[in-house]
């Protein structure tokens, strides 16, 4: 009797064991397709359809034939490195960009990286919390400008509430994205829907801005250059991805499917919306509009005009969330590297989301908010976000090199 007693102790125990490491502390996979997908277009689409047109069409020379085609061809740029993201995404591992660096170049560069990153990624958050706090609180200001003070605690009420959300749930942050990404994609298609209809109903200045699109002065490749960079900066965002790889039901499958669907679904719709844009305004009128989106609506719907700076605040809203969602998990994977405080590698006991991770991200991101202005954040992430890009693509080409046999569900 004694020895079954202790038989059917040892058998308890070892159910114990098995239910700890079942149980164990990690990131759990709840995120399929459709979370794949709203999250890469709501990391794209945020302010940069909207006021990107302007730089591209200036340094484009007014050339509208040479400006339609670089919305083109960095659409077909940004698909092909997030096709490199997705070969390297599917070894699932959470932290994106950080972990490709590292496994492939090195412990230095991925330890440069991440502390970047930890810098540059949340002051790209406060650009984009500062532009939501600009077009949320326009339409009640009019033509009279929006107080700093209130822009900024504005900015960073939006900023600790998606940092508490993303901290306590992954299933509630990627319903807010998918919800917001429907807004924002119903918003692009009021623009290129109306500019369709007016096109097709045979306005006779716009047809003829169609008819030669090649035929203004052709800009220099420096002009050329600088065209792309504001095309890239609208295509933002398509990397995001890779920093929930960990938490992707089937990774092997749905990362190269969700890439291969959100990407050109962009690419359609930004042409659309810049055809749209041209249909309604001149070139020049374009140019010297520094919200493109909120001119548009004066043109077409007067009357309810101000649809549109919601809209746009709409899209930057959503980007917000992916971006702070994406930027938990790089600061998670760092911690677990031993790159950053131990601290922030720990995870909620109740929704094992990297709250710790969350709570120093936006931390970070709300300092930046207090003394910068807009302009002085983007020039200051820009830069440094294309190397690390530049980086993680370096990457790929020494593991096909250095790990020829490595395991690869999806190769590009």
């Known amino acids: 009797k004694k020895r079954k007693k202790m038989g059917k ?62 919305w083109i061809v960095s659409g077909l740029v940004s698909l092909m490195g997030s096709l490199c993201y997705a070969e390297l995404a599917a070894l699932p591992f959470s932290g994106g960009e950080y972990s490709h660096i590292k496994r492939g170049l090195g412990s230095l560069p991925a330890f440069v990286f991440i502390w970047t990153s930890t810098f540059t990624k ?20 009019g033509i009279c400008p929006v107080p700093e003070v209130l822009k900024k605690c504005l900015a ?18 990627a319903w807010v994205q998918t919800v917001f990404t429907l807004l924002k994609m119903m918003a692009l298609s009021v623009i290129a829907v109306g500019g369709i209809v007016l096109l097709i109903g045979g306005r006779q200045e716009s047809l003829a801005r169609f008819q030669d699109v090649f035929s203004s002065e052709i800009p220099s490749a420096s002009q050329v250059a600088e065209a792309f960079f504001q095309g890239l900066y609208a295509y933002g965002g398509w990397w995001s991805l890779n920093y929930m790889a960990e938490e992707m039901k089937n990774p092997s499958r749905n990362i190269p499917l969700t890439v291969m669907t ?33 001119t548009w609506a004066d043109r077409v719907i007067p009357s309810v005009a101000w649809i549109i700076p919601l ?24 911690s ?19 709250a710790p991770a969350m709570i120093f991200s936006t931390t970070i991101a709300s300092i930046f908010i207090i003394p910068s202005d807009l302009i002085t954040l983007t020039n200051y992430f820009g830069f440094s976000a294309w190397l690390m890009i530049g980086l ?5 080409i020494v593991l096909r090199y250095r790990e020829p046999h490595l395991h690869r569900p999806y190769k590009v």
């Open 311 to 334: 809209s746009v605040a709409v899209s930057i809203f959503g980007a917000l969330n992916s971006s702070m969602f994406t930027l938990g998990r790089l600061s998670y994977a760092g």
């Open 9 to 70: 102790g040892k058998s308890n125990d070892s159910k114990d064991v098995k239910r700890k490491e079942k149980g164990k502390m990690q990131l759990k996979r709840k995120m399929g397709y459709l979370d794949g997908v709203s999250f890469i277009i709501g990391s794209i689409v945020g302010a940069g359809i909207f006021v990107s047109p302007t730089g591209v069409l200036k340094h484009s020379l007014l050339n509208v034939g040479i400006a339609l085609t670089i």
């Open 262 to 294: 959100a990407v050109p679904a962009v690419i359609v719709f930004y042409l659309l919306v810049n055809i749209s844009y041209l249909t309604v305004l001149t070139p020049k009128e374009i140019v010297s509009s520094v919200a493109v989106a909120v």
């Open 156 to 173: 960073l009420a939006i900023l600790w509430s998606l940092g508490i959300l993303n901290g306590r749930s992954v299933k509630m942050a």
């Open 392 to 396: 993680t693509c370096a990457s790929l």
């Open 336 to 354: 677990q590297s031993g790159h950053l405080p131990v601290l922030i590698s720990m995870l909620n006991v109740h929704s094992c989301t990297p």
């Open 122 to 141: 949340p002051a790209s958050n406060a650009a984009r919390a500062l532009l939501f706090a600009e077009y949320a609180t326009q339409p009640f200001y």
